[in-house]
């Protein structure tokens, strides 16, 4: 490598080694292909797929989610499970009622096509008649997942964006193998009555419309900061569903009513994915995503400047 000179406004000449700019230019290079290679997308729905990818794990592998799998059932986990959804729908679609004009949940606002607090008060009426309502409370992992919802409603709205991607997506994903599955097992009644929650009359094609939800999460126009946050809130709700999953496999484990099922994974027959029923769906195309790629970046930025700031000073050490 040879260098060049330069002159100064001074008048003196100034070496600067071609090392130097190679250098420089290889780090800004390095911060570049890493950018690329790590897949940093900017969609929100995209950040959120990968970003919960590995809590969607956990509900799948649950107790719950195998033994629902395999197409075990007990009408008492079924029923309780309802109940926690019913609460938890039901502060969900408030807030959302009074946050619908802020600008991260318009974009998302389906209450025609989405909202599940009537069909879930439907099937409640199914199991336990005209007083149902005088026989449901919430259990401790709802109420503090109700308390959470309310919580990002009031103080933090747009967060509520997470909480409708973990459950609203999750329905969609999951409610045909529900319907096939209890009708079967449970030998509930063909007309759907008990599993109105999955019923969206609204929507024609369940695929059609979460694509038409992702890109309307693309549309929330919020910073990468925000979009991080979101994605944390995402991975929150994904935990208090474990919580309540936890809840109904304790109720399993001492309900004496007998599980029934076929014993043997019925997914594929059934004409879907196996899935707990309680739990978020995640299907989609994977996407890479670092939720802390941004400081790692910026720690590479740092080093190409001090790079930089080294061959400065080089040059002008005598």
Not at 159 to 172: E, K, N, P, S, T
Not at 183 to 192: C, H
Not at 252 to 262: I, P, Q, R, Y
Request: a neutral charge.
């Amino acid at each position: 490598l040879t260098s060049r000179s330069l002159v100064t406004p001074g008048g003196q000449m100034d070496r600067f080694p071609n090392i130097y700019i190679f250098i420089y230019t290889y780090i800004l290079l390095i911060i570049f292909i890493t950018s690329r290679s790590v897949g940093i997308s900017a969609d929100l729905s995209e950040m959120l797929l990968a970003g919960t990818k590995e809590s969607h794990t956990k509900t799948e592998i649950s107790q719950l989610g195998r033994d629902f799998y395999k197409g075990i059932v007990k009408k008492d986990v079924l029923k309780k499970g309802i109940e926690a959804l019913y609460f938890i729908y039901s502060a969900m679609e408030d807030e959302l009622e009074r946050n619908k004009d802020h600008p991260y949940i318009a974009p998302i606002y389906f209450p025609t096509e989405l909202y599940r607090r009537e069909a879930l008060a439907q099937d409640l009426q199914y199991f336990y008649g005209v007083d149902w309502e005088s026989l449901i409370s919430p259990s401790p992992a709802t109420t503090l997942w109700v308390k959470r919802i309310h919580e990002v409603g009031k103080k933090d709205p747009g967060m509520l964006v997470a909480h409708c991607y973990v459950r609203y997506i999750g329905d969609l994903s999951g409610g045909h193998l529900l319907n096939n599955v209890a009708k079967k097992v449970l030998r509930l009644p063909a007309t759907g009555d008990g599993l109105r929650f999955y019923q969206f009359e609204g929507i024609t094609s369940h695929k059609g419309f979460k694509q038409l939800y992702r890109s309307k999460l693309n549309e929330v126009d919020v910073e990468m900061e925000t979009k991080l946050s979101i994605v944390d809130e995402a991975i929150r709700a994904y935990d208090y569903s474990l919580l309540v999953i936890a809840e109904l496999e304790e109720i399993g484990k001492t309900s004496k009513e007998e599980a029934t099922g076929f014993g043997h994974s019925h997914a594929g027959a059934m004409g879907g994915e196996g899935k707990c029923p309680f739990s978020s769906g995640n299907t989609g195309k994977s996407a890479t995503y670092l939720s802390h790629i941004p400081n790692q970046l910026a720690v590479a930025a740092l080093v190409a400047i001090l790079a930089g700031f080294t061959a400065w000073y080089s040059l002008r050490a005598p």
